[in-house]
């Protein structure tokens, strides 16, 4: 049973140019989420899909978007990237069930090196 | 406000001895769930243990106990018998269940053990 998936695993783009990352979810998973971690911090949530939708949003500006396909799996586009934009991307899947704890299950991340 | 705190950036155990993680948290919703997650330097969230607002015990899983103390808003995480393969950052978080799947992050300890 895989895991979840992401790709690139690294990646190193220019000020201005726009990026887009790859994420599979663990197999049974419907929902997606992504974080951006910054060097030396917590991951903070970016948004969450679920059925093609965007559920929720954290506090990031509209350069961020993404999108989730009828199999699941979700994109994350950054938008005229800054050299803040550096970070490993993390994607996480869950299953929603509604009085269950929803774990959420991380995949190895993308590493975005904006210079 | 933050929701999770995290105090201790860097802690050191000796191989085989028992260590305490800190975090307290910050919520108003009564229905809340807390996890666990380390992350080794490969970068992967691996989930370590999930304690439920509503239960009434501490969670357990191995070596991993959690000692939930819902009045104070802690949720410290106890490793016990540390091996060398425990240095990572470790990670609480928490998810509000009425809000949504957002999970909020702390901004880790990094643990090392020392032979």
């Not at chain 1, 989420?33 to 948004?47: D, M, N, V």
């Not at chain 1, 899947?93 to 991340?109: A, H, K, L, V």
Request: hydrophobic share 30%; glycine share 8%.
């Amino acid at each position: 049973d895989a895991g979840v998936t992401q790709s690139p695993t690294h990646l190193i783009k220019t000020r201005g140019q726009q990026v887009t990352l790859r994420c599979s979810p663990k197999s049974g998973h419907d929902t997606v989420s992504w974080y951006q971690q910054a060097l030396g911090q917590g991951p903070q949530f970016i948004f969450q899909y679920y059925e093609e939708e965007e559920r929720q949003r954290g506090n990031f500006p509209d350069r961020f978007s993404g999108h989730q396909f009828p199999n699941y799996s979700s994109e994350l586009n950054v938008n005229a990237l800054l050299l803040g934009d550096s970070a490993l991307y993390l994607c996480a899947s869950s299953r929603i069930d509604r009085g269950r704890y929803n774990e959420q299950f991380f995949g190895p991340g993308t590493r975005l090196t904006v210079l | 406000a933050q929701k999770i705190t995290q105090t201790q950036p860097g802690m050191f155990v000796q191989e085989k001895e028992a260590v305490t993680l800190d975090c307290t948290y910050d919520t108003s919703d009564p229905s809340y769930g807390l996890f666990w997650y380390k992350q080794p330097s490969s970068g992967e969230m691996i989930f370590l243990i999930y304690q439920g607002s509503y239960d009434q015990q501490n969670a357990t899983e191995g070596r991993y106990s959690l000692n939930f103390q819902k009045a104070r808003k802690s949720a410290n995480l106890v490793i016990s018998a540390s091996q060398l393969g425990d240095s990572a950052m470790y990670f609480c978080a928490m998810r509000e269940v009425n809000t949504g799947n957002q999970f909020y992050f702390g901004t880790g300890t990094s643990l090392t053990v020392i032979p």
